[in-house]
C-alpha cells in the first residue's frame, strides 16, 4: 500500500478552482491559502486581493459599456480623453502619453494605432528629434469622446461610487493618495 503524500498549500497567489462557499469570495480563498507568515495572510490579503478583485471587475463591467454603446474601449476612451484636454491642440509624445495612462506602453502604441485606423488620432513626427513621434486628437476623436463620457460618467457612478456612501469614497480617495506618495519615495 503506497502512503499518502503529504499534500503541498498553494502559494498564496495560486488559487484552487474548487469552492465549496455558497456565496464565492474569491479574496477569501487566496488569503486562506497564504502562509500565516506572509503579509498577504489576514486583513493585508484581503485588502490587496480585493483591490485587484475590484479593479478587474470594474474595468471589465466599464469597457464592456464603452463596447456595448460607442464601439470604444476604456483604454481608447482613457487615450482620447487625455488627449483631448492635452496642452498643444490636443497633442502629446507618445512617452508622455504612456506615462499618463495606466495601461503598459506597449499597449498604448496598439490603442493608437487602432485609434489612428479610425481616424480618431494621428502620429505626427517631432521636428527636432527623429527619435520622438507625437500623437494628436483628430476632430472625429474629440466627437468620440464628448459621445462616450456619459456612458464612461453613468458607468463609474453606478459600479463604483453608488454602492459606496461619501465618506467611504472619500476614504478611498485618501487611502490612494497616501500609497501614489508612498510609491514615489
Not at 27 to 54: K, M, N
Not at 89 to 113: E, F
Amino acid at each position: 500500500m503506497r502512503a499518502h503524500a503529504q499534500e503541498t498549500p498553494l502559494p498564496c497567489h495560486v488559487v484552487s478552482t474548487e469552492t465549496n462557499t455558497a456565496t464565492p469570495r474569491p479574496t477569501a480563498e487566496i488569503v486562506e491559502a497564504c502562509p500565516t507568515s506572509s503579509p498577504l495572510s489576514g486583513p493585508g490579503g484581503e485588502a490587496w486581493f480585493g483591490l485587484l478583485h475590484t479593479h478587474a471587475a470594474l474595468v471589465r463591467k466599464i469597457d464592456a459599456e464603452l463596447a456595448a454603446r460607442h464601439r470604444i474601449s476604456l483604454s481608447a476612451f482613457e487615450l482620447l480623453g487625455r488627449l483631448a484636454t492635452a496642452p498643444n491642440d490636443g497633442s502629446l509624445s507618445v512617452t508622455d502619453l504612456a506615462r499618463q495612462v495606466v495601461i503598459s506602453p506597449s499597449r498604448v502604441s496598439r490603442v493608437v494605432d487602432e485609434l489612428g485606423r479610425g481616424g480618431y488620432v494621428e502620429r505626427r513626427a517631432c521636428s527636432t528629434d527623429a527619435r520622438v513621434s507625437y500623437v494628436a486628437i483628430t476632430d472625429a476623436g474629440r466627437e468620440l469622446v464628448a459621445e462616450c463620457s456619459s456612458t464612461f460618467d453613468e458607468a463609474i457612478a453606478r459600479h463604483f461610487l453608488e454602492p459606496l456612501s461619501d465618506e467611504e469614497v472619500a476614504q478611498l480617495g485618501a487611502i490612494w493618495d497616501k500609497l501614489l506618495a508612498a510609491s514615489r519615495d
